[in-house]
T-cell receptor, first 115, second 116 residues
Framework: NAGVTQTPKFRVLKTGQSMTLLCAQD?????MYWYRQDPGMGLRLIHY???????AKGEVPDGYNVSRLKKQNFLLGLESAAPSQTSVYFC??????????????FGEGSWLTVV | AQSVTQLGSHVSVSEGALVLLRCNYS??????LFWYVQYPNQGLQLLLK??????LVKGINGFEAEFKKSETSFHLTKPSAHMSDAAEYFC??????????????FGRGTQLTVWP
């Protein structure tokens, strides 16, 4: 019953460091997403993927890169972390778009602090 | 363009009282509407969704929401609050379109506190 799994769950970075967040889903979903959640802002889409080997920008893509080399994995990278990237990051996946009536499944979140 | 407004970032009710969480949206085409719940230190879980058909939608844990096109609203209600309902609730909208790929746009969330 794994669903969507994110690693790591917590991380503290120094400004300028790089890191990668890993998202894995075991539901054979085509669509995967990375969101960030900030207090009073709701969830904002960073990047998404509609299939293996494809990625696209969301609402707030600057400072992040992503890769979808395998269908089950979606990686979010921070090349040079900034304090503004302190946030809770959520990965999600779905078999199709929300407008098609598909349920989007979320991971439990990754708490990232940049000092 | 889509936007979702949740009126009230914090709502407090007594256990057993009516829960009403407000959501208004703007959309140029008929939208699909969703409510998600987030318990502390957890991811988001789908409560209910409106796609087409009956405008009163029932979800999990006794929650329901009514789509009112004339008011562009999708308010979430529960007749009797329980302590376990304390969580953050997010309204979201999705609409068809090549530029959006039918993805979700979230409101800013409403934190529900339930007092004993």
């Amino acid at each position: 019953n794994a669903g969507v799994t994110q690693t790591p769950k917590f991380r503290v970075l120094k400004t300028g460091q790089s890191m990668t967040l890993l998202c894995a889903q075991d539901m054979n979903h085509e669509y995967m997403y990375w969101y960030r959640q900030d207090p009073g802002m709701g969830l904002r889409l960073i990047h998404y993927s509609v299939g293996e080997g494809t990625t696209a920008k969301g609402e707030v893509p600057d400072g992040y890169n992503v890769s979808r080399l395998k269908k089950q994995n979606f990686l979010l990278g921070l090349e040079s972390a900034a304090p503004s990237q302190t946030s809770v990051y959520f990965c999600a996946s779905s078999s199709g778009t929300a407008f098609s009536g598909n349920t989007i499944y979320f991971g439990e979140g990754s708490w990232l602090t940049v000092v | 363009a889509q936007s979702v407004t949740q009126l009230g970032s914090h709502v407090s009710v007594s256990e057993g009282a009516l829960v009403l969480l407000r959501c208004n949206y703007s959309s140029s085409v008929p939208p699909y509407l969703f409510w998600y719940v987030q318990y502390p230190n957890q991811g988001l879980q789908l409560l209910l969704k409106y796609t087409t058909g009956a405008t009163l939608v029932k979800g999990i844990n006794g929650f329901e929401a009514e789509f009112k096109k004339s008011e562009t609203s999708f308010h979430l209600t529960k007749p009797s609050a329980h302590m376990s309902d304390a969580a953050e609730y997010f309204c979201a909208v999705s609409e068809e379109g090549s530029s959006t790929l039918g993805r979700l746009y979230f409101g800013r969330g409403t934190q529900l506190t339930v007092w004993p």
